[in-house]
């Protein structure tokens, strides 16, 4: 008598599957805007309504699964946002490493190579690229502190970067 009624549960929740996945996933997906992630909430939704519910009424199935798939992303949105949490609090506890004498010698080259680069530019040009690069101003508050057009400050900035980057190539870097 088990089987029979184990059969009659399989056969309900199979029939479910075949007939509800299209739209259940399109639920899914619309609330994870992650296609894998929903295939993975409603194979998991089907599973374990095959192994929890072992009394499963035709006309309470298609609830059922929506409920329980709610359920499930309700459960993953939670263990993701959990994890994030983790991680900013590892991020910020974790000791951060002295750098390396190597390191050191590499940065110090290359901001060398920089510096001469610089150096070597026109004067207004120099100036563009220090308050943009050194001094984290935008290229339009430079425009504004030089007196001069947007345009200008930008194919500064475009041309001094590309002499910049020259240098490095050259350099090996």
Excluded at 14 to 34: G, I, N, Q, V
Excluded at 50 to 70: F, G, N
Excluded at 93 to 104: F, G, L, V
Aim: with cysteine; proline share 3%; glycine share 2%.
């Amino acid at each position: 008598m088990k089987t029979t009624a184990n059969k009659l549960h399989y056969e309900i929740v199979a029939s479910t599957y075949e007939a509800m996945r299209p739209k259940l996933l399109a639920y899914l997906c619309c609330r994870t805007k992650d296609e894998a992630l929903a295939e993975d909430i409603l194979q998991d939704t089907f599973l374990q309504m095959l192994v929890r519910c072992e009394t499963v009424i035709e006309e309470t199935v298609e609830p059922l699964a929506y409920r329980m798939a709610t359920n499930l992303l309700i459960d993953n949105m939670r263990r993701r946002q959990k994890r994030q949490q983790i991680d900013a609090y590892l991020y910020e506890r974790t000791p951060r490493s002295e750098a390396r004498a190597d390191q050191m010698a590499i940065v110090n080259e290359i901001d060398g190579i920089e510096q001469r680069v610089v150096s070597a530019m026109a004067p207004q040009r120099q100036r563009v690229y220090q308050l943009v690069r050194h001094e984290g101003k935008t290229p339009k508050e430079v425009a504004t502190i030089m007196g001069l057009d947007n345009r200008t400050v930008s194919s500064h900035l475009c041309f001094g970067r590309k002499e910049v980057r020259k240098a490095l190539l050259v350099s090996g870097w």
